[in-house]
């Protein structure tokens, strides 16, 4: 005990005690507003206040990246409202301007064609049942749909109308190897019949068969229907030539042909009701 009132830490700590009171004492009868004790005592905390003032500016960046994720997340969830209600109002108006773009498409056919009666038909679905993916549309015997009338995408021939119901009906394309169509070629005005076989209707396509074998007909060249026999009116669009070959098994040439409309893709059709000279063959006939 006796060493340590003797011993030079006790000395070092009564003197920093009288250093510190001196200093009070001094400020006191000077007022300075700053003493040398709080000097001292400001450096000796000085670290402290340093540590405690950057934990204080991370709390602060903390609460505050709270509050903004908070606002971020709010902004989040109003602009995905927003955006639905942008994709709302953009399949309106590609709704609306298809809707346009078809009954142009009518208007066009009617300039061409004012004897054409039409009535417009949504696609609703295909027949399972049949191996060549026939069309349901939905439209039938109460829109004076009648089996045997031809159906356009535009002025291309899709198919004809196989069965009738009273809300709907179902449609044969050109694809179908029971469907056959007088047709010209429109450079070389030959007349020949389109068709198809299992295996053009497997990739998209049909057939003008009964082609010459010496045609002239080329690739590039327009089927058109040519009106013969009354089930198709003349004019329509049957599709493109994308080949020709020689039948090896008879003296006769067919063409490929690629149709105008993609049965895939398309989403609305016309019926066309009546045209000028429909079933004439049948009346002949009779």
Not at 200 to 227: D, F, H, M, W, Y
Request: with cysteine; glycine share 8%.
């Amino acid at each position: 005990m006796r060493q340590f009132f003797k011993s030079a830490q006790l000395k070092v700590f009564i003197f920093v005690i009288c250093a510190l009171l001196a200093g009070t004492i001094i400020a006191v009868v000077t007022d300075n507003s700053i003493s040398p004790s709080s000097t001292i005592v400001g450096t000796i905390l000085s670290p402290v206040q340093k540590l405690s003032g950057k934990i204080a500016e991370k709390f602060n960046w903390f609460t505050s990246s709270f509050a903004s994720a908070g606002s971020y997340r709010n902004e989040n969830e109003r602009l995905k409202i927003q955006i639905a209600e942008y994709e709302s109002q953009l399949a309106d108006y590609n709704e609306i301007k298809h809707k346009i773009d078809s009954y142009e498409q009518m208007l066009d056919i009617k300039e061409e064609n004012p004897d054409f009666a039409l009535e417009p038909a949504n696609i609703i679905g295909t027949d399972n049942s049949d191996v060549f993916s026939s069309l349901i549309i939905d439209k039938g015997s109460t829109d004076d749909v009648s089996a045997g009338d031809p159906v356009v995408y535009g002025s291309y021939l899709v198919g004809v109308v196989k069965k009738v119901n009273e809300s709907y009906s179902v449609v044969t394309t050109i694809l179908n190897p029971s469907v056959n169509v007088s047709a010209i070629e429109s450079a070389t005005r030959e007349t020949a019949y389109v068709t198809s076989n299992v295996e053009q209707s497997e990739n998209g396509k049909c057939i003008l068969a009964g082609l010459e074998r010496t045609t002239s007909v080329s690739p590039g060249g327009l089927v058109l229907t040519s009106g013969i026999g009354g089930v198709y009116p003349k004019g329509l669009i049957i599709g493109t030539i994308s080949r020709v070959q020689r039948n090896e098994r008879d003296f006769s040439s067919y063409a490929v042909i690629t149709p105008g409309a993609d049965f895939d893709k398309i989403e609305d059709v016309f019926v066309i009701t009546s045209f000028k000279g429909q079933g004439i063959e049948k009346i002949i006939d009779d």
